[in-house]
């Protein structure tokens, strides 16, 4: 085994604390585990910490991250050492395979789809952000650097569909007002939480943004909400009980489903 980050994000240096900020939403979920349909067994690749991982299938998740795997809750099964690139499965040995919000991590994103696509004889269920949509939040203004580098990590939602089934479908997926998933969109309406150093810590795209233009873009933030700005703007936002910005669930099938 290769030493060194499995894809573009050191999740055994930086991935300490993701189960606490990190967790699975369950407005979220319920779109994720509809979509598997009547899969019994599944295979969760870039698993993680477990978010999403539905508690009424048997799953098979796949984890690079040591760090990662240790924090899997004791009652989910062990996670089996792997990269979606080379996964140790035979072909259609799973009734469904999914993968959320981990696909931008991977070093190659087509060889990735195309290994859940062989390991599934049913539905393969990605959970990811439209690179092309996210500079339409309002962070976008305080953090560009942020959305420079975020941008090119993401995989296009159509080349995604195009190989992860014949048959494909892409949906997106509003973020509740108390999302308790922490990505960034997370907080449309809670910016004051993002001023938390251990919040962005929590969301890969910082681990890219120099520590210079992290700490300029929370003094923007910071100044423009204790003077009203950010409120005169963007304060309607904190009356909306759900956002659809970037998030998309993307289902493909066989030819044959």
């Not at 040995?93 to 696909?103: E, G, K, L």
């Not at 923007?220 to 005169?232: I, K, M, N, P, T």
Request: net charge negative.
């Amino acid at each position: 085994m290769t030493s060194g980050p499995a894809g573009d994000f050191d999740y055994d240096t930086h991935g300490h604390g993701y189960a606490v900020r990190r967790r699975t939403d369950p407005r979220i979920a319920a779109m994720v585990h509809a979509a598997l349909g009547d899969a019994r067994t599944v295979v969760n690749v870039g698993a993680g910490a477990g978010s999403y991982e539905p508690e009424d299938r048997y799953v098979t998740p796949v984890e690079p991250s040591a760090v990662m795997r240790g924090q899997r809750p004791a009652h989910r099964a062990p996670a089996v050492i792997g990269t979606a690139e080379n996964l140790p499965f035979d072909d259609h040995t799973f009734d469904a395979a999914m993968a959320t919000i981990t696909v931008h991590q991977w070093a190659d994103h087509e060889r990735g789809l195309r290994e859940l696509r062989r390991v599934s004889r049913g539905p393969v269920v990605i959970l990811t952000f439209d690179g092309d949509a996210l500079d339409e939040f309002w962070l976008a203004e305080y953090a560009p650097e942020l959305f420079a580098v975020e941008r090119p990590r993401y995989p296009a939602i159509g080349a995604i569909a195009s190989l992860v089934g014949p048959v494909s479908r892409v949906e997106p997926v509003p973020v509740p007002i108390d999302c308790v998933d922490g990505f960034v969109e997370a907080y449309y309406a809670r910016p004051e939480c993002l001023l938390d150093p251990q919040v962005r810590a929590s969301q890969s795209a910082w681990g890219f943004v120099d520590d210079v233009d992290e700490a300029r873009a929370a003094d923007r933030l910071r100044r423009d909400l204790e003077s009203g700005a950010w409120d005169e703007k963007y304060g309607y936002l904190r009356r909306r009980p759900e956002y659809v910005g970037s998030l998309r669930l993307i289902v493909g099938h066989p030819a044959s489903g």
